[in-house]
């Protein structure tokens, strides 16, 4: 009896040896886990994280093991840039996912295209993957579907009237620059167009020339803290206006920093934060709640949208290196050819003319803050 036993432990052995005989697969990312935009970042790495450790544990692609090497931008460019050429030049990865925001994301989009290593951005400003760039992909909803979306509303509603208030970096400019260039197209009359710093603490002057124009809406596009300011800060004026906000809110730190004056505020999110609303019928839903009870298995609570986005990312890799195997330029072909891949925020179908890949009609879906939470918007 116990020659068979250490004959089947020898055995074992031997396979999970030769499981682990390939090499692995080094993939980098780089995400803002520290620093003001840590409510993106953190959640993008720790879902990250979860995923390598499942697919690892389920024998890897094709045999070969997952090695994620992450590093913390604290959503700074000048870091973004040294964590990337980091990853490539001294650990060799064979593709990054990353960065966690727009700017940063526009740093290092040349320096992919340069070394022709996959870069698959979690961020959303368009400008990111057009004009079209062989080696740059990225999973979030662009923010012109988020326009889309917001003005398909305003237009249902007869609101005609809409006042800007954007913070003035990459996400916000390219926000921004939507928010312009499609007005017209739904009838919309930009009354006042306000910015505000990243880091500023009272948005009242902008808001204060806003309540004279006779807008019927506020638009705010940016990040947390700024947006939770402008909310807190038309509630004290006593500002009638309907608030919109971005996709950049689309998580429970918003509310938090709002309290109160979240409450009835409006934005487009992926699906995610209110998964459980949806129809069964949804395509999507199986998988949103299989990552919520994941997630919240591994950490204790529920991911965010932008956990989402590290989702959607390692999905699409995954499947690249299943058909490419270890070689940048055929992982970056792959990338651009995968269709029909179902992920947190819609269903990717990359194109070499299209390389984030989602449809305005998956995308987005308008929620609202009613009791402190996120819920579908009811007509």
């Known amino acids: 009896m116990r020659r068979i036993w250490f004959f089947l432990l020898g055995l074992l052995l031997g396979l999970n040896t030769l499981v682990w005989a390939k090499e692995p697969y080094r993939i980098g990312a780089i995400f803002s886990v520290t620093g003001p935009t840590s409510f993106i970042g953190d959640p993008e790495k720790k879902t990250l994280e979860m995923l390598v450790e499942e697919i690892n544990r389920a024998g890897g692609i094709n045999g070969h093991p997952v090695e994620a090497i992450i590093y913390d931008t604290q959503g700074e460019e000048t870091l973004a840039v040294q964590k990337f050429m980091r990853l490539v030049m001294q650990d060799r990865v064979l593709a990054i996912i990353g960065p966690s925001r727009t700017g940063t994301s526009l740093a290092v989009a040349p320096l992919a295209e340069r070394y ?53 970096n990459g996400f ?121 009870e994941r997630y919240k298995a591994r950490y204790g609570k529920e991911p965010s949208s932008f956990g989402g986005h590290a989702y959607d990312a390692f999905l699409l890799l995954k499947e690249a290196l299943a058909r490419a195997g270890a070689d940048r330029a055929k992982i970056r072909e792959a990338l651009e050819n995968i269709k029909g891949l179902k992920g947190i925020h819609g269903v990717f179908n990359m194109s070499p003319q299209d390389h984030n890949g989602l449809s305005e009609r998956e995308a987005f879906v308008l929620v609202e803050i009613r009791g402190g939470n996120f819920h579908l918007l009811k007509d």
Request: hydrophobic residues 45%; positive net charge.
């Open 172 to 292: 916000g400019q390219s926000g921004r620059e939507e928010l312009k260039r499609l007005a017209p197209r739904y009838g919309i009359e930009i009354v006042a167009d306000e910015l505000f710093g990243p880091k500023d603490t009272d948005m009242k002057p902008q808001l204060i020339r806003i309540r004279r124009t006779g807008a019927q809406v506020v638009i705010c596009w940016g990040t947390n803290p700024g947006p939770a300011i402008v909310a807190r800060n038309m509630r004290e004026l006593g500002m009638p206006q309907k608030l919109i906000m971005s996709h950049g809110v689309a998580s429970k730190r918003f509310i938090e920093l709002a309290g109160k004056a979240a409450e009835g505020i409006i934005l487009p999110a992926g699906k995610l934060i209110v998964a459980h609303e949806l129809p069964d019928n949804d395509p999507q839903k199986p998988l949103l709640l299989s990552y919520i």
């Open 116 to 168: 022709r290593v996959p870069l698959i951005s979690c961020a959303a400003g368009i400008k990111i993957v057009e004009p079209v760039k062989p080696y740059v992909f990225k999973v979030a909803q662009s923010d012109r579907l988020a326009v889309k979306k917001i003005y398909q509303y305003l237009k249902a509603k007869g609101l005609t009237k809409v006042a800007l208030l954007t913070v003035s």
